[in-house]
C-alpha cells in the first residue's frame, strides 16, 4: 500500500520478529484480572458523595453545613488535619479526623532530579503495599525569580493499584504482579499531596497547582474501573465537592481493555484515553502485551476510535520504542496504515516513548536513527507523531519503571 505521499513506504520485508522469546517460555506471568482481596483501607472523605458527607456529619450529630465547610478546607486549601480547623466546634475536630480523614498514603522516601523539576514519592498503603507517583514540573526557567515565572505547568502520574495484573515482559511493575486495587480515597490522597507541594512554593517554578493528571503510574487503571472513575470525579468535581480540576487535563491509559474501554466511552467523559499499544501487529503485541491474547489490536484500535468518535477527545496511542523489537520502518507503517483505516479526521496521535531500560532487562531504547526513521515513517503517512522526554529516568520514574522498591 502506497502512503498518501504516493511513495511507497511499506517496504515489502516481512515483520520482524524476536529471535527469542520476548518472556521466558514456562515462565510467563499469567493475567490476573480479579484483584486479590485484602483488608479495604479506611473510609475518607474522597471516597464519599456530596450527599453521603451531609449524612454522614449529621450522623456525627452536626449541622448539615458543617460538610461544605469541611469541604472547603480539603478540597480548595488543601488541609488535611482537622484538628487545626478553627472554624469547627473543638469537641467535633478530633472525631472528624478520625471518623474521615485517615492516613491513606505515607511517604516512605523521596527522589528529585531534573534539577528538582521531576520528584518520584513512594508512598505505604494501610496495609503495607507500596505504590508511586511521579510530579513533574514543566516549562521552568532556569535563574529567573518564581514571581517572574510564567507558563510553568504540572503534571502528576499517579497510581491505581498496587502492582498490576498485566504482565508486560518489559515493565517493571508488570514483573511483580497484582497485590491489590487502590481505592477512591487512595488514587487521590497521591494528588491531594501533590498539591500541597506545589502550593507551598518549594518546587522551582514558584507556587503552582497540578494541571495534568495521567493515570499512567503503577496498574491498569481500567481494571480499577470504579475507583478510577470515583478519583476521576473527587479530582474533576467542582469545589468544594472536588478538586475542580479540568477534565480536559486527565488521561487515563489502557493495554487495551475492550469492554472497559467501551464502558468508558458510554460515560461520556472529556477525558484522554492513552492507548499502550507497543506493536501495530497481533505476532508481536501478542507476547509485548499479553491482554492481547485476549483483545487483538484491530479490536482496541475500533473501541479506541469510538471513544474519539464519541467524546471528540484526540486518543493517543503510546508505543514504546525498544531496540530491534518493535522500532522497525515495516512495524511504523503497519501502525499508520491501521491508524489510517480508520479515518483522517485527527482522531489520533502517536506518542513514541524510548524504553527506560530497567536493572536486570536485556531490552534497550532504540537507536536514534531507528526512532528517527520510525517517526518519519509516520510523518509521512500523515500521522501526527511526537516523542516523550524521558522525564524522571535517573530516578526510575519513567513509564514502566515504577517498581516501588525501598532503595
Ligand atoms: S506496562 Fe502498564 S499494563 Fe503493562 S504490566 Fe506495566 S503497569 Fe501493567
Known amino acids: 500500500m502506497?502512503?498518501?505521499d504516493g511513495r511507497n513506504h511499506a517496504s515489502t520485508k516481512p515483520l520482524v520478529l524476536p529471535a527469542e522469546p520476548l518472556a521466558d517460555p514456562g515462565k510467563e506471568l499469567p493475567l490476573v484480572?480479579?484483584?486479590?482481596?485484602?483488608?479495604?483501607?479506611?473510609k475518607h472523605w474522597i471516597d464519599l458523595s456530596t450527599e453521603e458527607r451531609v449524612q454522614a456529619v449529621k450522623d456525627l450529630g452536626l449541622p448539615a453545613?458543617?460538610?461544605?465547610?469541611?469541604?472547603k478546607h480539603f478540597f480548595e486549601r488543601f488541609e488535611?488535619?482537622?484538628t487545626t480547623w478553627s472554624d469547627l466546634p473543638k469537641a467535633a475536630r478530633e472525631q472528624v479526623a478520625e471518623r474521615f480523614f485517615p492516613e491513606l498514603v505515607t511517604p516512605m522516601s523521596e527522589q528529585r532530579c531534573d534539577g528538582d523539576t521531576t520528584v518520584k514519592t513512594l508512598w505505604r498503603l494501610h496495609d503495607g503495599s507500596l505504590v508511586e507517583s511521579v510530579l513533574m514540573r514543566y516549562g521552568v526557567k532556569r535563574g529567573l525569580p518564581d514571581d517572574q515565572q510564567s507558563h510553568v505547568r504540572s503534571t502528576l502520574c499517579i497510581s491505581s493499584q498496587a502492582g498490576c495484573g498485566m504482565a508486560c515482559p518489559f515493565c517493571a511493575t508488570g514483573q511483580g504482579g497484582l497485590q491489590r486495587n487502590m481505592s477512591t480515597g487512595e488514587i487521590v490522597a497521591q494528588v491531594m499531596k501533590a498539591e500541597q507541594v506545589l502550593s507551598s512554593g518549594e518546587l522551582p517554578?514558584?507556587?503552582?497547582?497540578?494541571?495534568?493528571?495521567?493515570f499512567m503510574g503503577m496498574g491498569e487503571p481500567l481494571a480499577?474501573?470504579?475507583a478510577v472513575m470515583g478519583a476521576v470525579r473527587a479530582i474533576s468535581d467542582p469545589t468544594p465537592d472536588g478538586?475542580?480540576?479540568s477534565k480536559r487535563g486527565i488521561t487515563v491509559s489502557t493495554v487495551g481493555l475492550v469492554p472497559r474501554i467501551e464502558q468508558l466511552t458510554a460515560e461520556g467523559l472529556p477525558i484522554t484515553l492513552a492507548i499502550s499499544l507497543h506493536a501495530p501487529d497481533d505476532e508481536l503485541r501478542d507476547e509485548l502485551v499479553p491482554i492481547n491474547t485476549r483483545y487483538k489490536v484491530d479490536e482496541v484500535l475500533d473501541a479506541a476510535w469510538d471513544y474519539a468518535k464519541t467524546t471528540k477527545r484526540r486518543v493517543s496511542i503510546e508505543y514504546i520504542m525498544i531496540k530491534d523489537i518493535n522500532d522497525q520502518p515495516e512495524r511504523a507503517a503497519l501502525l499508520a496504515k491501521r491508524l489510517k483505516a480508520r479515518g483522517d479526521w485527527g482522531w489520533v496521535h502517536v506518542n513514541l516513548i524510548?524504553?527506560?531500560p530497567t536493572p536486570g532487562s536485556k531490552w534497550t531504547a532504540s537507536r536514534k536513527s531507528d526512532e528517527q526513521a520510525f517517526v518519519k515513517t509516520l510523518e509521512n503517512w500523515g500521522i501526527p507523531v511526537t516523542v516523550r522526554d524521558t522525564r524522571g529516568q535517573e530516578i526510575d520514574g519513567a513509564c514502566g519503571q515504577l517498581a516501588a522498591t525501598l532503595k
Not at 484480572?33 to 479506611?42: Q, S, V
Not at 517554578?205 to 495521567?214: K, R
Open 33 to 42: 484480572f480479579a484483584a486479590p482481596r485484602r483488608g479495604k483501607p479506611a
Open 224 to 226: 480499577n474501573y470504579k
Open 205 to 214: 517554578g514558584g507556587a503552582g497547582q497540578v494541571n495534568n493528571i495521567v
Open 354 to 356: 524510548p524504553l527506560n
Open 2 to 4: 502506497s502512503a498518501p
Open 65 to 71: 453545613f458543617r460538610a461544605q465547610q469541611i469541604s
Open 80 to 82: 488535611t488535619d482537622p
Open 243 to 245: 478538586l475542580g480540576m
